[in-house]
């Protein structure tokens, strides 16, 4: 890696980046990954927003701030590839993931991809999704006291195999599942190549279960003209007439389903979470779903729920699922005044950038109406709230996201009402996506 973001600046009177190490070998990295919150505050405060440091095993520039992340997600001057900065972390797993592809070819993907996103598309997923929704509630969460983090977690799989696959996986279940959590976690692997039984290795392995099952129903989906999203990659077509080959569709299946799956358990995590520590939240929302009258959230009346939206934005603000996203340069560029050479990996933290005081009064504070019309804090900044991302890779997902989010927590909301001690924080675990690391233990009463 080369050292010049510490040399004189190459052009202009473009500033060099300050930074500093850390220590020797691992650099900043257990310390992110320990508190990512306390070393982005540490880290800014020390260098300001544009600041290096060794971590994850390379040396990247963090950028804080949403004026930093704008500058990057908005990209004008093509400088910043999506290619170039995940697939150092997860490529291996995730290859010819949309995510991870650039500029012309991306964008070339993603028109094809919109087409299984349109708003008959959404409104079909969810018929879909609401009787499976009921049966999980059945099964997954008695009236009892559970940990809700796992149980979303089996459920948004199952509402995944139905929406995305159109069937059930009976006995694959937990072998899906186990190939979903490796391959999310081989990520953030300390050692980054195959030794048998580590991250790493168990992330390959996982990869190619995913794509053993999705090769063997392809035909038939090709065949088909079922209402799922894998069906819906299979026939999409772009205004131009372009179309998804067998591999594509398979590697955006399986990027489709990393990113739907843990982004939603978590965001449905952190609902019950901060539901269950204001009642008067839980009460506001549960209100507003029992005036719909209807056991399963109907497709006309998702815009109706405003509090719960309210809500949602307010948990993806307090705790973003992607709380970091990352970036590499193909040319030589520059981040608010400082010179930043090509091939610098970059570091965005949306997580940060929601927890700043200068944009976000008392930002830890679980405050719902600062997204209502009458505050509308986050018009504070264009990229004061990031949970989705920005620029041309902003989550296509994420009317999809809110959805199934909506839809279970109508359900829910209309059969228990559920509360933690007082006193209970829940304690998270920023290793890979942000999780509770006690799976967040709820009590559910049956209204
Ligand atoms: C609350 C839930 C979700 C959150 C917080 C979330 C967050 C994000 C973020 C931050 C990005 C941008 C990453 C980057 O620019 O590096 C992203 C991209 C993406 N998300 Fe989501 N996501 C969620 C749900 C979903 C769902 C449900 C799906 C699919 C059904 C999905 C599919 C995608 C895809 C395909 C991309 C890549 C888009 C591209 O590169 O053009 N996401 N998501």
């Known amino acids: 890696m080369r050292m010049s973001y510490l040399a004189a600046p190459l052009a202009g009177d473009l500033r060099p980046v300050p930074g500093e190490a850390g220590p020797p070998l691992v650099g900043h990295t257990l310390h992110v990954m320990r508190d990512p919150l306390e070393w982005s505050r540490h880290f800014h405060g020390k260098y300001g927003p544009v600041a290096w440091t060794n971590m994850f095993g ?9 004026d930093a992340a704008e500058r990057v997600l908005v ?8 290619g170039r900065g995940w697939e150092y972390f997860i490529g291996p797993f995730f290859r010819r993931g949309i995510m991870l592809l650039d500029f012309e070819e991306h964008l070339h993907h993603r028109r094809i991809m919109q087409q299984a996103f349109t708003r008959e598309r959404l409104a079909s997923y969810l018929d879909t999704m609401n009787p499976a929704i009921a049966g999980g509630i059945d099964v997954l969460f008695p009236e009892a006291t559970l940990r809700v983090h796992p149980a979303f977690k089996r459920l948004t799989l199952d509402l995944a195999t139905k929406t995305f696959m159109g069937g059930e996986l009976g006995p694959r279940t937990d072998r899906v599942n186990r190939a979903f959590v490796a391959v999310v976690r081989a990520g953030t692997a300390y050692v980054r190549f195959p030794v048998p039984g580590l991250r790493w290795s168990r992330g390959l392995s996982g990869r190619r279960v995913l794509e053993e099952l999705l090769r063997a129903q392809l035909p038939a989906k090709r065949a088909g003209a079922a209402d799922d999203l894998f069906s819906a990659l299979c026939h999409a077509r772009s205004e131009d007439g372009h179309r998804f080959g067998d591999e594509d569709v398979v590697s955006h299946m399986i990027f489709l389903l990393m990113a739907a799956h843990d982004t939603t358990t978590m ?16 009460d506001r929302v549960r209100a507003e779903s029992a005036a719909l009258a209807s056991p399963h959230l109907a497709f006309k009346d998702v815009d109706g729920l405003v509090a719960l939206d309210l809500a949602i934005k307010e948990c993806l603000r307090l705790v973003a699922p992607l709380h970091a996203m990352v970036r590499g340069t193909v040319k030589d560029t520059e ?22 005081p200068q944009y976000w009064p008392d930002p830890a504070r679980f405050d719902p109406e ?12 264009p990229y004061a709230w990031l949970p989705f991302g920005g620029g041309v890779h902003k989550c296509i997902g994420l009317r999809f996201a809110g959805l199934q989010v909506k839809a279970v927590l109508h359900q829910l909301l209309l059969r ?3 509360s933690v001690p007082a006193g209970y ?12 690391s006690d799976g967040l233990p709820v009590r559910f009463q049956r209204l």
Do not use: C
Request: no cysteine; aromatic share 14%.
């Open 75 to 82: 990209n004008r001057d093509k400088a910043f590839s999506n």
């Open 370 to 381: 600062r997204f209502a019309e009458h505050r509308r804090e986050d018009k504070v900044h």
């Open 335 to 356: 981040i608010l005044g400082h010179f930043i050479p090509a091939d610098t990996p970059l570091y965005i933290s949306p997580h940060f950038v929601h927890h700043m």
């Open 267 to 282: 965001t449905l995590t952190t609902m019950t979470y901060y539901l269950a520590k204001h009642p008067e939240w839980q």
């Open 416 to 418: 228990y009402r559920w």
């Open 425 to 436: 924080e829940m304690p998270l675990d920023f290793t890979s996506m942000p999780t509770p």
């Open 58 to 66: 390379q040396r990247m520039v963090a950028v804080a701030g949403p």
